[in-house]
């Protein structure tokens, strides 16, 4: 059986990689013998630290390298970090570094997405696939314009594929009235779909009615740590 996980994997963000952990122990405790294919943005480093297979989660987005830490390396307090950030120039730097990478990163992924290639990637992901986990550490909101295109892709995907879609411990934001079409597509489409919390199950039923029901944050299930 092969399973494909969607979720906010490979960011660099160690509450998803939390999540991630946590999805990926509990769908071998169910099915022991799956075969997991993750999309990731840094497929690498998820391969190597989960002994999975990964594909990219965006066609053409190179991959962020994930920061490894110096064992050497003497740990920085907090008190040391905070009067460095308090230098204007350093502040500044960081900020405008920062800055252009987003900038980068939204252009490609804009490129990506208006050549039509997004839904077309997670068809070939899908066709050998029994079915689709979007996990926790997805947070699903509608606060960036591609919102729609994204997430009723993976719907459109799942539907050409014919692959079941399953949503677990997913938490949901719709803090304006864009990108909802996407988003009700997506978990109208789900068979199964559980919310990390109150406030992301009540944004659902606000929006579009009863779509699935509060379950767990993915990252505090017991027995992955």
Not at 25 to 53: D, M, N, W
Not at 128 to 145: F, M, Q, R, S, T
Not at 195 to 208: H, K, L, M, N, P
Request: proline share 7%; net charge neutral.
């Amino acid at each position: 059986m092969r399973i494909v996980v969607f979720g906010n994997y490979g960011s660099i963000n160690y509450g998803d990689e939390a999540c991630l952990a946590a999805t990926l122990h509990v769908l071998k405790g169910i099915v022991p013998s799956a075969e997991f294919h993750v999309a990731s943005k840094y497929p690498e480093h998820t391969r190597r630290t989960y002994g999975v297979q990964a594909f990219p989660r965006y066609p053409g987005i190179p991959s962020v390298p994930w920061p490894s830490p110096e064992p050497s390396a003497p740990p920085q307090s907090s008190l040391l970090k905070r009067a460095v950030k308090s230098i204007p120039g350093v502040v500044a730097a960081h900020e405008f570094a920062q800055t252009q990478k987003r900038r980068a990163k939204r252009k490609a992924q804009k490129t990506a997405l208006q050549e039509g290639g997004l839904e077309e990637h997670f068809c070939q992901q899908l066709l050998k696939a029994d079915c689709v986990v979007l996990g926790g550490g997805e947070a699903i909101l509608n606060d960036w314009p591609d919102a729609a295109y994204e997430y009723g892709a993976l719907a459109n995907a799942c539907e050409t594929t014919e692959t079941p879609l399953f949503c677990l411990g997913i938490g949901v934001s719709l803090a304006t009235d864009a990108g909802l079409g996407g988003i009700e597509k997506l978990l109208r489409s789900s068979r199964f779909t559980t919310y990390r919390d109150s406030f992301s199950c009540e944004q659902v039923a606000r929006r579009f009615g009863e779509l699935g029901a509060i379950g767990r944050d993915m990252a505090f299930v017991p027995g992955w740590f």
